[in-house]
Every structure is written in C-alpha cells, then in structure tokens.
C-alpha cells in the first residue's frame, strides 16, 4: 500500500523523504515558500554512496516511482496524510507557521516519528520512571508538545549523516555516512503496522541489482534511538570548544580513554532508564565511524555562525542523569562550556 507522508524539513528529510519515494510513497516536504518554489520546479537530489562503488549516486525525486512536492506551512492539510516525519531542528518548531501547523498535527492525531536528535517531549513522557516535565529547560519551546498524546510520537534515530552542500540549491543533499534510520514503536499496532510496511518497502530496493543504503529499521524497544545520545555526547557536543570548534574525529580520538568514559557513562544512563545492552552500540564501533568524521558537528557549527539556540541534547542527557542520580562531571563540564558559547551569541546577537 502506498502511503502519504509529510516531512517538516527540507533538508534531513529529503534523505528519508527519497527513500519513501524509492517504496513508492509520496512525500510533502514543509519549508520556507522560497525552497519550496525551488524543489517544486526541480525536485530533490540526494546523493548517496553504494557500497563498492567510488563516487557518490545522484537520486533525483523526478525519476522515482513516488510523488514528491514540497509546501510552506500554512498551506498544508494535514487530513491529506497518514503520517509525519519531524525532521527540523528542534528550535525550529518555536516558529509561529510551525507551531500553528503542529496544532492541526496534534487535533487530526496523526503517528508522528521523529527524526530529531532531539526526543519530542510526548516521546520521553512515554519513558516509565521519567519526569518528562522537568526536561522542559532543554527545549526552546516547551509549550507547543502538549497538545501530542505521548502514544502517538515516536522516535527514530537520525543516526545517518548528511549535509547541503553549500555551493548547490536548497534542493541538494550529500549522504557522508550511509547508516540506518533506527525507530522505536508506536503505542498503536496499527501504526506500527504501517511503519513496518514503509520499512520493509525501503529493504526491498535495489538499483542495478546492487542493494541501496540507509535503510528504516523498526524496534520493540523504545530506547534504540537513545543509542545515539553515547554518540552525540562523545563526539557532537564535545566538538564545540571554548573558542571554535573541532573535528568529531578529534573530539573522539584525541583522548580515546576519556572518550571511552564518557560513551560508557552515557549508555549506563540509558541501560537505568529501561534499555537492554543489546539497545546499544558499542564504543569501539562508534569510534572507528568517528575516523571519517572531519568536520566540527552542525551544533558546533551552528554555534561559530553565532546561532544563539540549538538542539540541547547534552543538557537533556544531564538532566535525565541528575534526575536519576547519575549526574557526572564528566556531562557538566561539556553543558557547561556550550551554554558558555551560547550565552556569548546571545549577547552579541542582543
């Protein structure tokens, strides 16, 4: 059965967007008027790297057997559609366009699966033991979350990596590192049901006969996605610097036992919260992904262009661990030094 999605974000979300046109879905990406005009007259192009093969694969939203367009918020219905894919910054959502189109979101109770770093408030509502309420602090607006009924927000783990290329079109995006999207369930079977069609559809492809990367894994487990938070904590949030930024590669590598404790402190925090070992990725397989990772994260990035707010995974990974006596030095030293950053920028920006 073919499905219709709508992504909120142009940029991430033409990556999971084109592989639900690949199965045969169509997509709306929602965007700024100005990007939707350029993907509506050209379509999207995601590159992407198949195994064995040197150079990169252009796949273009034209050529695929679903329907792609591409709207501003306020022109959305959102009765058109069965699911939607949050794949915008969280600060993001604070916008006045977006928060009303949320609103509908929420009245027509459509599954919504995150593709954000960050878990949407109703998400960690879902976590037994968790007070979601004093999380609020992480989230740029707090607010527009309670309106969704927790079983109807999933997360999925953006664990693949991407980026526009700077001297391309709003429409372009590069696939550096081809990894799996990783969802953790509904609390509907009906949706899950869904998902999983949508998933097994994206594992079926195949191009020239060869098999096509980045696929949608779908778990039991609510707490796959949270794999990513050893990650974001070892090597995002630890590429912004007192000045500047690094490497990921660098944050990893260039003190692989520290590195090592905070990963590991990290997925004990997780292991506490409900997650089996079996959730989670070991340290020595995210640390050899790392040795391909040369530039600073998009936080730190966003951070040296002097945004004053961005996705705030570290403090939500510090709460979380104060809330349930984890709380370390090893977190309060990186929070710390990105509120720092970010209290420099709003200064500046004041």
Not at 31 to 45: F, H, K, L, M, Y
Not at 82 to 94: F, N
Not at 284 to 303: F, Q, T, V
Request: glycine share 6%; proline share 7%.
């Amino acid at each position: 059965m073919a499905y219709n999605v709508l992504i909120l974000g142009a940029s991430y979300g033409s990556l999971l967007g084109t592989k639900l046109l690949m199965a045969g879905h169509d997509v709306t990406l929602v965007c700024r008027q100005s990007t939707a005009d350029v993907i509506n007259a050209d379509g999207t192009e995601v590159r992407i790297k198949l195994r064995g093969e040197a150079e990169h694969r252009a796949f273009r939203s034209g050529d695929l057997p679903g329907r792609l367009d591409a709207a501003a918020p306020g022109s959305v219905k959102v009765d058109d559609y069965d699911m939607v894919a949050l794949a915008m910054s969280e600060p993001q959502y604070g916008s006045e366009d977006i928060r009303a189109l949320l609103r509908r979101v929420a009245a027509a109770e459509l599954p919504c699966l995150s593709i954000m770093n960050m878990p949407p408030l109703p998400f960690l509502a879902r976590i037994e033991g968790l007070d979601a309420k004093l999380l609020e602090p992480c989230f740029a607006a707090p607010e527009i979350w309670a309106q969704f009924k927790p079983g109807l927000v999933s997360l999925c783990s953006p664990d693949p990596q991407a980026f526009r290329p700077p001297e391309e079109k709003n429409n372009v995006l590069h696939v550096g590192l081809p990894t799996n999207f990783k969802a953790a369930p509904f609390a509907d079977d009906a949706h899950n049901a869904m998902l999983r069609e949508m998933a097994e559809g994206i594992e079926a492809l195949r191009v020239d006969g060869q098999d096509v990367p980045v696929k949608l894994r779908v778990h039991d487990s609510l707490f796959v996605p949270f794999a990513k938070w050893a990650m974001l904590l070892t090597g995002n949030y630890r590429a912004v610097l007192p000045v500047g930024s690094q490497p990921i590669r660098e944050a990893v590598h260039g003190d692989l036992d520290l590195s090592r404790r905070i990963y590991e402190l990290v997925n004990q925090i997780v292991v506490k919260l409900g997650a089996a070992e079996s959730d989670l990725v070991p340290f020595e397989k995210y640390a050899k992904a790392a040795e391909g990772l040369l530039k600073p994260s998009s936080a730190a990035r966003a951070i040296d262009a002097g945004s004053a707010q961005i996705e705030r995974v570290d403090l939500l990974v510090k709460l979380i661990a104060d809330q349930i006596g984890m709380g370390s030095p090893l977190l309060d030293e990186t929070v710390a030094r990105v509120n720092a950053r970010l209290a420099e920028n709003q200064r500046e920006a004041a």
